[in-house]
């Protein structure tokens, strides 16, 4: 039986995706967006203090292997990015979550209002989001699917701006500008594939320590996956390679 995850809803979101047609290809991704007066205006405000940001890091710019971790207990998105020198990732800026739904767990059927844990990329860029700017989750996955079972595992999982949220990954309208700014940008030159990993909580930190130790084995077992993938990361500064599959997540050698 799947351990019960109990729900604290914030508040309801609604938000319809804008995805990328052949006209982005053709005149540039960050051409594409900057369409939007939304996104236009984010570049104005944010591009040089991005800019400033990653050198600040010692991180490549434009930007190079950007890779998001998001902790719900703690409430903190991490932007990492690849260093100016070599591949290893290099914190760039930590924004705070400004909202939250549920508890920690993963997300379960559509409704019950979990933030999904896992490993993720982005699939969808809304610059006309309800929630200012958008950028989502490729959730459900294999995995996310598999432990649905017949019940619908939802969807349209985005990390957005306004600062409300049912099961989404929220940010004031002025950091989310920013990250919007930097993930173009890195589309725009050449990275198709943007790491998004969701954790309950710091693995090496005790007080998660507990909370693992604590869980029913069930949800134990999950979160010692993720655990693998989270302290694989904090040895390397490498972003684990990760199968995804209804079995569950495998991690591939370097």
């Keep these: 039986m799947r351990p019960p995850f109990p729900v604290i ?23 594409s967006q900057r369409r939007f007066s939304r996104v236009d205006d984010a570049f104005d405000k ?3 203090s991005v800019q400033r940001d990653f050198e600040k890091a010692h991180a ?28 290893k990732r290099v914190k760039v800026r930590v924004f705070p979550i400004c909202a939250a739904s549920g508890e920690l767990g993963p997300k379960v059927r559509q409704g019950d209002g979990q ?21 989502g989750i490729d959730y459900p996955n294999a995995v996310d699917k598999a432990r ?10 985005f990390i957005h701006g306004s600062c409300v949220t049912i099961g989404c990954l929220p940010l004031e309208d002025g950091p989310v500008e920013a990250l919007y700014v930097a993930v173009v940008r890195a589309r725009d030159r050449g990275q198709s594939q943007i790491p998004v990993h969701i954790a309950p909580c ?13 869980a029913e084995p069930e949800l134990k077992a999950f979160w010692d996956v993720l655990a693998e993938g989270y302290r694989a990361f904090e040895a390397t500064h490498l972003p684990p390679r ?13």
């Excluded at 998001?70 to 990015?81: H, I, N, P, Q, V």
Aim: hydrophobic share 40%; net charge neutral; aromatic share 10%.
């Design 60 to 87: 490549a710019w434009p930007p190079r292997g950007l890779y998001l971790r998001a902790f719900k207990r703690e409430g903190e998105l991490e932007l990492w990015a690849s260093g100016a020198k070599d591949d």
């Design 9 to 31: 809803v914030a508040a309801a979101l609604v938000s319809v995706a804008v995805t990328q047609d052949s006209d982005a290809r053709a005149d540039g991704f960050e051409r």
């Design 202 to 214: 710091r693995f090496d930190d005790a007080k998660c320590q507990a909370i693992v130790a604590g």
């Design 115 to 135: 933030v999904p844990e896992g490993f993720y990329v982005i699939d969808r860029f809304n610059p006309k989001s309800s929630y200012h700017l958008s950028l």
């Design 242 to 254: 990760v199968e995804v599959a209804r079995s569950g997540y495998r991690f591939r050698p370097r």
């Design 46 to 48: 944010h591009l040089a």
């Design 148 to 157: 649905a079972g017949s019940a619908s595992p939802g969807g349209d999982i």
